[in-house]
């Protein structure tokens, strides 16, 4: 079983930036796919971002493009998020999560394990 854990989140003005980071339990991980996704009060989840298992290939919601980056680190079973410009509308709970599926997908029924996600508020 794959644990994955996020921390990083916080209180934030708007303009600012939060980096997250999301380790995993296991290094079978390393040859997932990663993604962030977020959750804000009221709203359905949605994707934010996604690596490749080889760190390459990354790719954004158009809501994020721009502001945020993802990446993951040389041994492959940690992924962070570092998030710039930061708007009121960046508001909600960040999840990490592990995707087995061959291709790179922000459908979240394709991800296979998640994490119990982290607190980002954003003041305007």
């Known amino acids: 079983q794959v644990q994955l854990v996020e921390s990083g989140g916080g209180l934030v003005q708007a303009g600012g930036s939060l980096r997250l980071s999301c380790a995993a339990s296991?290094?079978?991980?390393?040859?997932?796919?990663m993604g962030w996704f977020r959750q804000a009060p009221g709203k359905e989840r949605e994707f934010v971002a996604a690596?490749?298992?080889?760190?390459?290939?990354?790719y954004y919601a158009n809501s994020v493009k721009g502001r945020f980056t993802i990446s993951r680190g040389n041994a492959k079973n940690a992924v962070d998020l570092q998030m710039n410009s930061l708007l009121p509308d960046d508001t909600g709970v960040y999840y990490c999560a592990a995707s087995a599926a061959l291709a790179m997908t922000d459908r979240m029924s394709q991800y296979n394990y998640w994490g119990q996600g982290t607190q980002v508020t954003v003041s305007s």
């Open positions: 690596i490749s298992w080889t760190g390459g290939s990354p």
């Open positions: 296991a290094s079978t991980v390393s040859n997932y796919n």
